[in-house]
């Protein structure tokens, strides 16, 4: 079982719809989730992060995250084309001292 | 802008050459990290740098050897590259756990 996995893709969406990412993870023992961005070519950039169960927003983008499932997510709503990239999930643990990367789902938002 | 310096950009190398890829960070971070990236299989650390003076080994250290030269420039040096090696490689710097800010990254290819 991969550490961090996340669901295949590529996923495809229509403009102002929303978008709905998911990750899972192997470790109970990981702190903390983060979600990168990023464009063909590109390097990735940090969009969002949580730590604790539940949601948490930030403008169009939502993360939540249920440790007693594992399970992380990424909501996109009112997706744009300019979303339109591989978003990747990665998470922490502290003992390890690193970030552990799944490999991404890319994402295309229809005009 | 601040950020995270990655040379060089592109390089092509034959079997059996050596290089070292260069990065440097001007936001004062303590930590560094080098990872690769491979078609749909995510970003894989190959080492890692917690503080200035201290290196450690990721999830794919083989063939690769690195020095943290200061605290704002962390080497990777690849002694006797291989096919095998021919990836994208990023270079990032983090002060809190997870928020990572990479370089633009380096494409390298091993004839």
């Known amino acids: 079982q991969k550490e961090v996995e996340q669901n295949s893709g590529p996923l495809s969406v229509p403009e102002g719809a929303i978008a709905s990412l998911n990750c899972t993870y192997s470790d109970r023992g990981s702190q903390s989730f983060f979600w990168y961005r990023q464009y063909s070519g590109k390097s990735p950039e940090l969009i969002m992060f949580?730590?604790?169960?539940g949601d948490k927003e930030d403008g169009r983008f939502t993360a939540q995250l249920n440790k007693a499932s594992q399970y992380v997510s990424l909501l996109i709503r009112d997706s744009q084309p300019s979303d339109s990239a591989t978003y990747l999930c990665?998470?922490?643990?502290?003992?390890?001292?690193?970030?552990?990367f799944g490999s991404g789902t890319q994402l295309t938002v229809l005009p | 802008n601040a950020g995270v310096t990655q040379t060089p950009k592109f390089q092509v190398l034959k079997t059996g050459q050596s290089m070292t890829l260069q990065c440097a960070q001007d936001m004062n971070h303590n930590s560094m990290y080098w990872y690769r990236q491979d078609p749909g299989m995510g970003l894989r650390l190959i080492y890692y740098?917690?503080?200035?003076?201290?290196?450690d080994k990721g999830e794919v250290p083989n063939g690769y050897n690195v020095s943290r030269l200061n605290k704002r420039e962390f080497s990777l040096r690849l002694e006797s590259a291989a096919p095998s090696q021919t990836s994208v490689y990023f270079c990032?710097?983090?002060?809190?756990?997870?928020?990572?800010?990479f370089g633009s990254g380096t494409r390298l290819t091993v004839v």
């Open positions: 990032a710097s983090s002060e809190a756990p997870g928020g990572y800010t």
């Open positions: 990665a998470v922490y643990r502290g003992s390890a001292r690193q970030l552990t």
């Open positions: 740098s917690a503080s200035e003076g201290t290196t």
């Open positions: 949580i730590y604790s169960n």
